[in-house]
């Protein structure tokens, strides 16, 4: 994944960071940084669009893990939308659910970041 594979938008309650493609292991160094780029402005929520990804491998995953993290630790909090049925059943059998809140839509983690103000505490 190169980083036209990357949309950024800002929308009044949260960055939405649009991925598209497959997130492997040839893909991860440069979303690695893309996402490193994100975290680095301490955005207070991020909505993660997974819905045009195909593909998740755990290497991936790993890479929302670390982003997660990074957001955190400037009090920020991280929510995956979108998911298709293969990706999502992916995130469930890693337990990402357990990490994140995962929305069925991109408009429906945007209402649930808005109506709390101030982000999740998470860690």
Known sequence: MTSQFIAVTRHESALVVRLLGTLAMQEVAPLDRELARIADEKPQWVVVDLSGVELI????????IAFRRDVAKAGGTVLLAGA????????????????????????????????RGTPLASG
């Open 57 to 64: 491998a755990s290497c991936g995953m790993g890479s929302l």
């Open 84 to 115: 298709t049925p293969q990706v999502a059943e992916s995130l469930r059998r890693a337990f990402l659910h357990k990490l994140f809140k995962i929305c069925a839509a991109v408009p429906e983690a945007l209402a649930a970041a808005g109506s």
